[in-house]
């Protein structure tokens, strides 16, 4: 009788242990995981035991992975979340974002990520351009068309698509340049 008492509550308990929870996880930009929380007594502690992983949102951040679970401990860049709603899950998809740099005058600068986390943008002087516009002469982060004031035309600049393009060395060379050559000519 004893035996049967003892193996009735180890029966007993593993139905109450084996409470479980489906839900799903982001596991990219459209895509989703089934995931289950089990090892629970009741649905609600089966839920709590419900989460999932991803990138925190951070710019430059190298960690990419989404999924079920919490992140793995120590692993820069990620970010757990209780998945209360078993369709969607927590870990939403973000796209990557990366800072990058442009030169403000002579000083590389750190533009903000771009919210699509695809274009570098940054603007200078167009090599014609003979106006003092500190604006435009310093170059900066962002196009032409954001940076454009009352003082220059949209002609006058020039944007570029690359971290430290718009230098404007061309205009920097060429007037140490010139002397150079015109004594040259002369030997």
């Known amino acids: 009788?004893?035996?049967?008492?003892?193996?009735?509550?180890?029966?007993?308990?593993?139905?109450?242990?084996?409470?479980?929870?489906?839900?799903?996880?982001?596991?990219?930009?459209?895509?989703?995981?089934?995931?289950?929380?089990?090892?629970?007594?009741?649905?609600?502690?089966?839920?709590?035991?419900?989460?999932?992983?991803?990138?925190?949102?951070?710019?430059?951040?190298?960690?990419?992975?989404?999924?079920?679970?919490?992140?793995?401990?120590?692993?820069?860049?990620?970010?757990?979340?209780?998945?209360?709603?078993?369709?969607?899950?927590?870990?939403?998809?973000?796209?990557?974002?990366?800072?990058?740099?442009?030169y403000v005058g002579k000083t590389k600068t750190r533009c903000p990520a771009d919210s699509a986390g695809e274009a570098i943008a940054c603007f200078g002087p167009a090599e014609t351009y003979e106006g003092d516009v500190a604006v435009l002469t310093d170059g900066g982060c962002g196009t032409c068309a954001d940076a454009k004031t009352a003082e220059f035309e949209v002609d006058d600049c020039l944007d570029c698509s690359t971290a430290l393009c718009n230098t404007s060395s061309a205009k920097v060379l060429v007037p140490f340049l010139a002397p150079l050559i015109a004594a040259l000519f002369f030997l």
């Open 1 to 102: 009788m004893k035996l049967f008492a003892v193996v009735a509550f180890v029966a007993f308990a593993s139905v109450l242990a084996d409470e479980s929870y489906d839900f799903n996880c982001m596991t990219g930009d459209s895509a989703t995981t089934p995931c289950t929380a089990t090892t629970a007594a009741t649905e609600a502690e089966a839920k709590a035991l419900a989460f999932c992983h991803g990138p925190n949102g951070d710019a430059d951040n190298t960690y990419a992975e989404y999924g079920c679970d919490k992140c793995a401990q120590d692993v820069a860049g990620c970010m757990s979340c209780r998945s209360s709603d078993a369709t969607t899950g927590c870990n939403t998809y973000e796209a990557p974002t990366f800072s990058f740099q442009c």
